[in-house]
Structure formats: C-alpha cells, structure tokens
C-alpha cells in the first residue's frame, strides 16, 4: 500500500485536480444559466436549451482536462465507476484503484467547496443545487437504471475506442460527446452523473 502511494501519488493529485476542475466548472456554469439571478438565464429562457449549453460546457471541460498534460498522464478517470471497471478488468492493481477514487472523492468535494467559496449562497439556490445529482420525476428505480445505463455506455465507448489503435487518440472527443449528450437528453431524469 505504501509502497503504491509513494510510487504513484502524483496521478493520485492530479485525479484530485480533475475531479475538483470538472466540478468547479459545473458548478459555475450551472449558476451561471440555471441561477435566476443570472443574466444568462433572463436571456435564454428555454430550459433545455440551457442543459444543452450546460452539456457542451460540461463536454468541453471533460475533454480539456483529458487532452491536458496532467489528463494523459493519470488516465483522466474522474469518475469511480471508469476506475472500477479498469479494476475488474485487471487493468489497474487494487491499491491504485482506492487510492484513485479516494482521490475522485476528495477531488469532487475540493471542487463544490471551491466553487461555494466563490459563489456562496448561489450554490445553494435549489436551482442550482451545489450540482447534486437527484432523480427526476420518474424517480430514483428509473434514475439508478439510467445511470447505470449512462456509466454502461461510457465504458463501452471507452474500451471500444482506446483499444482501436485508428481511434484511441480520439477517446477524449468521443467522451466529451457523451457528456453533452447525457447532460442534454437524460438529466431530467437522473441529474447526470454517471455512477450508479
């Protein structure tokens, strides 16, 4: 374990920093159309618009920060269900795969509470929410299977794209794609999150 932590604390950080970065901007562009206080939000009054804009924000963050130097070098998982997964297929050893959702945690919660330092009571407006994840309508049995069916789908794509040697260059792009699609067409009914 030790030994694990010595060796690879860095890409342990830098998942931190991710994590903490995407939550950051989505707590920031979430206030930033959702708040009703915002000017974008008097100027663009149609809601799924405004998750559309949410998602293409959200899908170019994800890329940004896989692409960025520190992404590539950590793998840029952010999000336990892609760490998990790479776990059970025997592509990450054990102790990484705690140390790297432990630092998905942190990183998560460094970043709402960045964003709450900076935004304050907006973040918790119930428009925006501190970006918690809630089931829609439907309720939590439909948003637990969209969820998973969110998460089941990235790692499809994941390990469809990464071990295509035309393709894997492109695994950021195809991921941030997703995210602007989850985030358009399924938030209603789950929040978007991609971890069941």
């Known amino acids: 374990m030790l030994a694990r932590l010595r060796q690879h604390w860095i890409v342990y950080l830098i998942e931190t920093w991710a994590l903490g970065t995407f939550m950051i901007s989505a707590v920031l562009v979430t206030a930033a159309l959702e708040y009703p206080g915002s000017p974008l939000h008097a100027i663009i009054p149609s809601a799924p618009v405004r998750r559309g804009l949410i998602g293409l924000a959200m899908g170019l963050t994800a890329m940004v920060l896989i692409y960025s130097p520190w992404g ?6 952010m999000n336990p269900a892609v760490t998990l997964t790479f776990l059970r297929l025997g592509k990450i050893a054990p102790w990484d795969a705690f140390f790297y959702v432990t630092a998905q945690f942190v990183g998560g919660a460094c970043g709402i509470l960045a964003a709450k330092a900076a935004l304050r009571s ?13 089931p829609g309508p439907a309720g939590p049995v439909v948003a637990f299977f969209a969820e998973l069916g969110l ?16 393709l894997a ?3 950021g792009l195809f991921a941030g794609a997703l995210v602007f699609l989850y985030i358009t067409l399924e938030a209603p009914l789950s929040g978007m999150s991609m971890n069941p």
């Open 169 to 171: 260059r492109f695994t």
């Open 151 to 166: 998460s089941c789908g990235m790692m499809f794509m994941v390990l469809s794209v990464t071990n295509r040697p035309k």
């Open 72 to 77: 590539q070098r950590s793998g840029a998982h």
């Open 122 to 134: 907006i973040v918790e407006h119930p428009s925006v929410n501190h970006v918690v994840t809630v």
